[in-house]
């Protein structure tokens, strides 16, 4: 009896990782209708779920609790909450997502999101995120979402968004947004924006833009605030500048500008203020050091004020 002690032991050893393997494709089903309790991989549950990490879900109306992210392709919809022990994901999350590394989807996510290190969805978000490093949207992201590093969308912002470095959107970025180094934005920027840097867009920004180093877009309306400088082409706005507030050849500026050196390479309507300032077509007043304006081709320089 003594001698069949270590075959019986090797035997065990040898079994364990297949009777692991054989109990990892099974399903513990303790529903009735899809209602109740079910471990392991089960396509529909009202109620709990657990598995390791999804492959065959479709709808989970409850709790699912994974370990780990699901394989591709992502699919299935939570309708409750998602957490992760340490990651989950699904196709589409409506309600709380918990993920204490991460949690995604692979199309769209509403309600609230929270990552240790961040929250992605291919879709669009809606509701409340928070990541531990970033947070991310394929389409469009509203509601507020906080992030050390960075927020981002692939279409448009729209809400409260708080990055320690950075706010992008590839669409239009609307709200308040603060970016530790910049906001920027493909499309327009609307609202009250601050960047420790600086705000640019491709489109306008309008409302109050704030930049540590400078506000810059083609066409600007409201309050820009440039530690450094700002400007743009299509500029209806007051601009306060450390140093530089400059409009583009056969641009516009309507409004007011304080800066150090003023220059409007097309047409003033309304007031500079500075030690130097410059428009080739002004129709308002100069106030500094040396004022030039070249009204067409007619030149004049005047210390002090010039008004035209």
């Not at 392709?73 to 204490?100: D, F, S």
């Not at 927020?151 to 990055?163: A, E, K, N, T, W």
């Not at 003033?268 to 080739?280: D, E, K, P, S, V």
């Not at 106030?287 to 004020?305: A, T």
Request: glycine share 26%; net charge positive; charged share 15%.
């Amino acid at each position: 009896m003594r001698r069949s002690l270590p075959n019986l032991a090797v035997a065990a050893l040898l079994a364990a990782p297949l009777a692991a393997a054989t109990a990892g494709a099974q399903v513990i089903d303790l529903t009735s209708h899809d209602n109740g309790v079910a471990i392991g991989d089960k396509p529909r549950v009202n109620g709990l779920r657990i598995n390791f990490r999804d492959r065959h879900l479709e709808e989970v109306n409850g709790v699912n609790v994974t370990i780990w992210t699901p394989y591709d392709p992502v699919r299935g919809r939570v309708n409750g909450l998602a957490l992760g022990l340490p990651a989950t994901g699904a196709a589409e999350i409506r309600g709380i997502g918990v993920g204490l590394v991460g949690l995604g989807t692979s199309r769209d996510f509403t309600g609230i999101g929270i990552g240790g290190v961040g929250v992605g969805t291919g879709g669009e978000a809606h509701g409340i995120f928070v990541g531990g490093v970033g947070i991310g949207a394929g389409g469009d992201l509203t509601g507020i979402s906080v992030a050390s590093v960075g927020v981002g969308g692939g279409g448009s912002l729209r809400g409260i968004q708080i990055g320690g470095i950075g706010v992008g959107g590839g669409g239009s970025v609307t709200g308040l947004s603060l970016g530790g180094i910049g906001v920027g934005a493909g499309g327009d920027v609307t609202g009250v924006t601050i960047g420790g840097v600086g705000v640019g867009s491709g489109g306008m920004v309008r409302g109050l833009g704030i930049g540590g180093i400078g506000v810059g877009a083609p066409r600007i309306r409201g309050v820009v605030i440039g530690g450094v400088g700002s400007g743009g082409n299509d500029v209806r706005a007051i601009a306060l500048s450390g140093l530089y507030f400059r409009i583009g050849d056969g641009g516009r500026f309507d409004g007011g500008s304080v800066a150090a050196i003023n220059r409007v390479g097309g047409s003033q309507h309304g007031l500079t203020i500075g030690l130097f300032n410059y428009a080739r077509d002004l129709h308002g007043a100069q106030v500094g050091l040396i004022n030039v304006s070249d009204n067409g081709g007619s030149r004049r320089v005047l210390p002090l004020l010039s008004i035209r």
